[in-house]
């Protein structure tokens, strides 16, 4: 009778721990894209700043890489990631000062990532 019972609660946990199976590989997905795009972001970030600080603001965009951090035509089935850069010079901020946000976005993500930086330059005298 001992081993009936101690067989029944060994199946129930490993048909508990079957069900939990596809909820950690979701989770083990998301974080993999998120950390992705992490990364993504932070490079964005810093390519972008260096050509403010340069003199060279970009202009609005949005540009796609695919899983392998390749880039490909927004319209490529490939792509994974949408990276939309703004820069802007808000009357708000002195001159020579420019706004710079970022933003990467992938498929299932509501909201994605972004971060925004305020980058000033001097003139060369």
């Known amino acids: 009778m001992e081993?009936?019972?101690?067989?029944?609660?060994?199946?129930?946990?490993?048909f508990t721990l079957i069900n939990m199976q596809p909820l950690a590989?979701?989770?083990?997905?998301?974080?993999d894209y998120l950390g992705r795009a992490a990364a993504?972001?932070?490079r964005e970030?810093?390519?972008?700043?260096?050509?403010?600080?340069?003199g060279n603001v970009p202009s609005d965009s949005k540009s796609c890489l695919d899983n392998d951090g390749n880039s490909v035509d927004c319209k490529d089935p490939?792509?994974?990631?949408?990276?939309?850069?703004?820069?802007?010079?808000p009357a708000t901020l002195p001159q020579n000062t420019t706004l710079l946000?970022?933003?990467?976005?992938?498929?299932?993500?509501?909201?994605g990532v972004g971060s925004s930086m305020i980058v000033s330059r001097q003139e060369k005298f």
């Open 3 to 14: 081993c009936i019972i101690a067989l029944f609660l060994t199946t129930i946990a490993i």
């Open 25 to 31: 590989w979701q989770g083990a997905g998301k974080a």
């Open 40 to 42: 993504i972001l932070q």
């Open 45 to 54: 970030m810093e390519t972008n700043e260096y050509l403010i600080m340069t």
């Open 78 to 89: 490939s792509a994974v990631y949408s990276i939309f850069i703004a820069a802007s010079n």
């Open 101 to 111: 946000n970022v933003k990467v976005t992938w498929p299932g993500s509501k909201k």
